[in-house]
């Protein structure tokens, strides 16, 4: 299967409310982050985490090595949290990110 | 925080010619990568370069790409010739340590070859 597994592939989500993202790993990870794309393509990241857990205001994510996954929750959605989310990750051999397929998100009022 | 900028934001140009990509990475950072992403499609690594020299790159890096960093100016991809498959978005990273680190990215090049 593929290296980065991610689901759901699309999410729709009214205004307050509350979801998770999740990827999982065909092997084990070293590290992962997380990234929004917005409307114009562009890259923001989110997190890196190498292990455990860490937040930054409505957002939480967490990354779990050895159980191979790796988790973005989010809390009370906003219109702007609209976009496409990925995960990628590094694997133990390099330095190259590899991709989920993205988690297309549309938060509606 | 840390800024990676990419020039020119998008690029037009005829199949067969020659293209150049540029890329100004974090200022302190070592390592640099380009990653291509086909419109609707997931992120794709091509290559990643340290101390002048690719140091892993996917079967997307064909023979026609080739990297560079002459004297730490830009961090340049460069397609000779162009072919209509590498119409995408082409995005760099930079990053201060290979494995353990964030990668930060640019805003990507909007590449269109007719």
């Known amino acids: 299967g593929m290296p980065v597994e991610q689901n759901p592939p699309a999410l729709s989500l009214y205004e307050g409310a509350d979801s998770g993202l999740r990827c999982n790993f065909s092997t084990t990870m070293k590290s992962v982050q997380w990234f929004q794309q917005n409307h114009r393509g562009r890259l923001i990241t989110l997190f890196y985490l190498a292990q455990g857990t860490k937040e930054n205001g409505r957002l939480k994510s967490t990354f779990n090595s050895k159980e191979r996954y790796s988790t973005l929750h989010i809390k009370d959605a906003q219109l702007e949290d609209s976009g496409t989310y990925f995960c990628a990750a590094r694997n133990n051999a390099g330095a190259k990110l590899t991709f989920g397929g993205g988690t297309r998100l549309t938060v509606r009022p | 925080g840390p800024k990676v900028l990419q020039i020119p934001s998008h690029q037009i140009i005829d199949m067969g010619q020659m293209v150049t990509l540029n890329c100004d990475p974090v200022s302190n950072h070592l390592y640099f990568y380009w990653y291509k992403q086909i419109l609707g499609q997931q992120m794709e690594f091509l290559v990643n370069f340290y101390n002048g020299k690719v140091m892993e790159k996917s079967k997307l890096f064909k023979d026609q790409f080739s990297v560079e960093r002459p004297d730490g100016s830009y961090f340049t991809l460069k397609i000779q010739p162009t072919a209509l498959e590498d119409s995408a978005v082409y995005f760099c990273?930079?990053?201060?340590?290979?494995?353990?680190?964030?990668?930060?990215f640019g805003p990507g090049t909007r590449l269109l070859v007719l």
């Open positions: 990273a930079s990053s201060l340590d290979s494995t353990q680190d964030t990668q930060y």
